[in-house]
């Protein structure tokens, strides 16, 4: 069965690290990639999406993502965090095949102390 | 552009009564609406994709006689719990696309606590 694995249940940070968060997903054929974040008390929001072309995406608030299609990975990058980052994020991944469902990973807690 | 919108945001009911969800796009006609749940500290998990004037595809797991969507029209669809139990309470959230576009949008999401 197709699947998204997220490494990182939870990461903390302090402000002005690094980040990066892993995610690699189970299928052999063509995908469209998405990273989505979840502020506390909201909704879904797109970060960023990779369907084809440069494998180095560019998304908003200063994050960017590779697609890494020989290690099957979509990791979520950003230099350095701000408080303001703290939130619950998701990478998804939609097989692009007649009835192709979009699949969650399990989502990473980012909690960034000021 | 692409506003999904649902409701209500916070619903609370007894076990056994049923309640309705409202999905709606705002500026756009959406071909295909999805229904996710999510826990607490968890993924999203589909339940069930909705085609405009179709019966929806339920996930495997999910009872449809349990879990009533009607997708009526471009901008609107539904998601009944029928005789609501406290293991329905969770976050229900909609999505939606149109035919041709690679992305969902999503809607903010519905609280169920059913008591």
Same mark, same amino acid.
């Given at each position: ?7 990182? @249940? @939870?990461?903390i ?14 299928y ?11 502020y ?17 995406v ?13 290690k ?5 990058r ?6 303001s ?22 989502g ?6 000021p | 552009?692409?506003?999904?919108? $649902?409701h ?29 749940? $999510?826990?607490?500290? $968890? ?9 405009e ?19 009526a ?17 969770s ?15 999503f ?9």
């Amino acid at each position: 069965a197709q699947s998204v694995s997220q490494h990182n @249940h @939870h990461v903390i940070l302090s402000e002005a690290a690094s980040l990066e968060l892993g995610c690699n997903y189970s299928y052999g054929g063509t995908v469209n990639l998405f990273w989505y974040v979840q502020y506390p008390g909201q909704h879904l929001q797109l970060l960023l999406k990779y369907f084809s072309g440069d494998p180095l995406v560019k998304g908003i608030k200063g994050f960017e993502a590779e697609f890494i299609k020989s290690k099957f990975s979509f990791n979520l990058r950003k230099p350095s965090v701000q408080w303001s980052d703290t939130a619950e994020y998701f990478c998804a991944v939609n097989p692009v095949t007649p009835g192709g469902k979009l699949i969650f990973g399990q989502g990473t807690e980012l909690s960034v102390k000021p | 552009g692409a506003v999904v919108s $649902q409701h209500p945001s916070r619903v609370i009911c007894k076990s056994g009564t049923s309640v309705k969800i409202e999905c709606r796009s705002l500026d756009f006609q959406a071909t295909t609406m999805f229904w996710y749940r $999510q826990f607490p500290k $968890q993924s999203l998990m589909l339940m069930a994709t909705s085609n405009e004037g179709s019966k929806a595809t339920y996930e495997q797991g999910v009872e449809k006689d349990k879990f009533l969507i009607n997708h009526a029209s471009l901008t609107l669809s539904t998601l009944t719990v029928t005789s609501a139990h406290p293991e329905d309470s969770s976050f229900y959230i909609c999505s939606a696309s149109v035919v041709g576009y690679n992305e969902q949008f999503f809607g903010p999401g519905t609280r169920l606590t059913v008591l």
